[in-house]
């Protein structure tokens, strides 16, 4: 079975820009949760949508928006980018919406210039 | 927010050595993870903890839930080459957000 996808694999963007990344969870999970990894740290929560319902948010500003589709791929948005939004983006997926069983895919390379 | 500070940041051992990594809280999980991330991928979860003392295994990884609820600690016996990564401690607050530490990188020198 496929694991958790995520696309684009890289993508190159420049300050003020919108970019959209996208993720399939593992078949029959209905959690999507993401985060963002800056280089040389751990990942930092940004949301969990939980049956197409936001869950949990962290503490990201409002130029970062999520959603879930009916079929439990999701998206990730952003808004005004910032050079500092330069980091690996993380989606994970669960079954329930407990997190602590929750796979993670290899992620979509953004870099702002 | 949360901090989950791990320690040391990191590591070079000898192949064969045993590791030992910590992780502690400004406030209380009551579920601890031990994740390993490899260069270019996502972290992979290797031991779940559930109670406070709990002492689990998974091969040559051990993993303990502190009895403060505050920490948590990853031993790795006889490391191997494989054994590279960066391993994180994470876990969910009451409100359903998660948290990973600051991550200890580890390198085995064959």
């Known amino acids: 079975d496929a694991g958790v996808t995520q696309s684009p694999t890289h993508l190159i963007k420049t300050r003020g820009q919108h970019v959209t990344l996208r993720c399939s969870p593992i078949?029959?999970?209905?959690?999507v949760s993401w985060y963002q990894q800056v280089l040389g740290q751990g990942p930092q929560f940004i949301f969990q949508?939980?049956?197409?319902?936001?869950?949990g948010r962290g503490n990201f500003p409002d130029r970062f928006s999520a959603r879930q589709f009916p079929n439990y791929s999701s998206e990730l948005n952003v808004n005004a980018l910032l050079l500092g939004d330069s980091a690996l983006y993380l989606c994970?997926?669960?079954?329930?919406?407990?997190?602590?069983?929750?796979?993670f895919g290899p992620g979509t390379r953004l870099t702002v210039l | 927010g949360q901090q989950l500070n791990q320690s040391p940041q990191s590591m070079f051992i000898q192949e064969g050595e045993d590791v030992s990594m910590n992780c502690t809280s400004s406030?209380?999980?009551?579920?601890w993870l031990w994740y390993k991330q490899d260069p270019g991928e996502g972290p992979v979860l290797l031991i779940a903890?559930?109670?406070?003392?709990e002492l689990t295994s998974n091969g040559r990884l051990t993993a303990q839930f502190g009895i403060t609820r505050k920490d948590s600690f990853l031993n790795i016996s006889a490391s191997i080459p494989s054994d590279v990564g960066i391993y994180f401690c994470?876990?969910?607050?009451?409100?359903?957000?998660?948290?990973f530490g600051t991550g200890t990188s580890l390198t085995v020198i064959p």
């Open positions: 078949s029959g999970h209905k959690s």
């Open positions: 994970a997926s669960s079954l329930g919406v407990r997190t602590d069983t929750q796979y």
């Open positions: 949508y939980y049956e197409k319902e936001e869950r």
């Open positions: 406030s209380i999980f009551n579920t």
């Open positions: 903890l559930y109670k406070a003392g």
């Open positions: 994470a876990g969910p607050n009451t409100g359903n957000q998660f948290y």
